[in-house]
T-cell receptor, first 115, second 113 residues
């Protein structure tokens, strides 16, 4: 069975600081990887995704993530965070379960950006 | 067009009662998923529909939980004899095809007193 680990449960940063949120997954086969974001009071939104190709994926709002297959990792980065990035971030893995996508989420990382 | 919608947005019920949660997927999306997000956790898969049939219900926690999608569009998640541990946000997602990206709804926050 697939699983996802997010190492940081709560991160506090000042504006303009750099961000890196860790994500490791366990699954031996081909996977699709995602980062979702949930802003306060809003629903889950896709930040970025990796299906295949270039392991460095660029998403919305200046976020990027790097898929390192040998480390089973898909860490999220942003060079300079803004107060508006305050949200909860979920890493997710999606293995093809016989013709459909069954998404497994991590427990989430709450990011608080201080102005 | 509109995204995935879920009703009600909030539901408060008493232990032992029956509840129904509704999901309206994006028009034309054949695949529909239900997830449950407990406090401090990420969403957990409950059930997947392709069309009208439940292709995978392995995530339903027990037989008090049941879901239907009779016409291949709207889906209803039904919980019998609710327990306090059922309190969570129930999320619905849909996708145009089984292997496509899922779009999530805003969720229904269920509170069982």
């Amino acid at each position: 069975a697939q699983s996802v680990s997010q190492h940081n449960h709560h991160v506090i940063l000042s504006e303009a600081a750099s961000l890196e949120l860790g994500c490791n997954y366990s699954y031996g086969g081909t996977v699709n990887l995602f980062w979702y974001v949930q802003y306060p009071g809003q629903h889950l939104q896709l930040l970025l995704k990796y299906f295949s190709g270039d392991p460095l994926v660029k998403g919305i709002k200046g976020f990027e993530a790097e898929f390192i297959k040998s480390k089973f990792s898909f860490n999220l980065r942003k060079p300079s965070v803004q107060w508006s990035d305050t949200a909860e971030y979920f890493c997710a893995v999606n293995a093809d379960s016989g013709g459909y996508q069954k998404v497994t989420f991590g427990t989430g990382t709450k990011l608080q950006v201080i102005p | 067009g509109a995204g995935v919608s879920q009703t009600p947005s909030n539901k408060v019920t008493e232990k032992g009662k029956y509840v129904e949660l509704r999901c309206d997927p994006i028009s034309g999306h054949t695949a529909l998923y239900w997830y449950r997000q407990s406090l401090g956790q990420g969403p957990e898969f409950l059930i997947y529909f392709q069309g009208t049939g439940a292709a995978d219900d392995s995530g339903l926690p027990n037989d008090r939980f049941f879901a239907v999608r009779p016409e291949g569009s709207v889906s209803t998640l039904k919980i019998q004899r609710t327990e306090r541990g059922d309190s969570a946000v129930y999320l619905c997602a849909s996708s145009p095809a089984p292997t496509s990206l899922q779009f999530f709804g805003p969720g229904t926050r269920l509170t069982v007193l």
